[in-house]
């Protein structure tokens, strides 16, 4: 089945707590995305990959981190994890940029 | 600052009436985007626009773009309850790679 995944699903952490969310998709894309969801304030994108090895800032992407060292994962790491950024994480792919995105299942983070 | 508007921000409408949603936005762009969001749930892909002029049908739902006017619409015809959902816009501009995203338009659909 062509899908994204992301893990973990959910995650409470604590303040300065290095943590990696992971994303993976099965359907050889070569865009790649990570975004968050807050009330009232839409979807923003974090970080983006056009392909492999290839990563740009995306609205927001102070406090993360990425890397696409293979073309099917693109994980976003938190090196010092705050509490502002507590919310709701989806990854996203699609085959070119122009094309459909398909959304991972979301990963709720709660940052104490 | 790139902006993209979405308008009405919250509809609530009966069941088989026709309603427009408006989503505006302020850079020069081609590739427009829908979106639908059930509660508790992911985003889903409803129509990629990428052309002036360019429209989209999928059963109850119809998308629009005017690149000139900066405006997407989508129009819902004989709104039923399953169309009950968040809808988000969201643009690219041409002269980068990054996403835009609406505030969405969270629409009830109530018999």
């Known amino acids: 089945e062509a899908q994204v995944t992301q893990n973990p699903r959910y995650l409470i952490t604590v303040t300065g707590k290095k943590l990696t969310v992971t994303c993976s998709q099965n359907?050889?894309?070569?865009?790649m995305s990570w975004y968050r969801q807050d009330p009232g304030l839409g979807l923003r994108q974090i970080y983006y990959?056009?392909?492999?090895?290839?990563?740009d800032k995306g609205d927001v992407p102070e406090g993360y981190k990425v890397s696409r060292k293979e073309k099917r994962n693109f994980p976003l790491i938190l090196e010092s994890p705050s509490p502002n950024q507590t919310s709701l994480y989806f990854c996203?792919?699609?085959?070119?940029?122009?094309?459909?995105?398909?959304f991972g299942p979301g990963t709720r983070l709660t940052v104490l | 600052e790139l902006k993209v508007e979405q308008n009405p921000l919250f509809l609530s409408m009966q069941e088989g009436k026709n309603y427009t949603i408006y989503c505006n936005y302020s850079?020069?762009?081609?590739?427009l985007y829908w979106y639908r969001q059930d509660p508790g749930k992911s985003l889903e892909s409803l129509f990629v626009?990428?052309?002036?002029?360019a429209v989209k049908q999928e059963g109850r739902l119809m998308a629009s773009l005017d690149t000139k006017a900066r405006l997407s619409t989508l129009h819902i015809t004989a709104a039923v309850h399953d169309l009950s959902a968040t809808y988000f816009c969201?643009?690219?501009?041409?002269?980068?790679?990054?996403?835009?995203f609406g505030t969405g338009t969270s629409l009830t659909v109530i018999p």
């Open positions: 996203a792919s699609s085959s070119y940029i122009y094309n459909e995105q398909f």
């Open positions: 359907m050889n894309h070569e865009y």
């Open positions: 990959s056009m392909n492999v090895e290839v990563t």
């Open positions: 850079t020069t762009s081609d590739r």
């Open positions: 626009l990428l052309s002036n002029g």
């Open positions: 969201a643009v690219v501009p041409n002269t980068g790679n990054q996403f835009y």
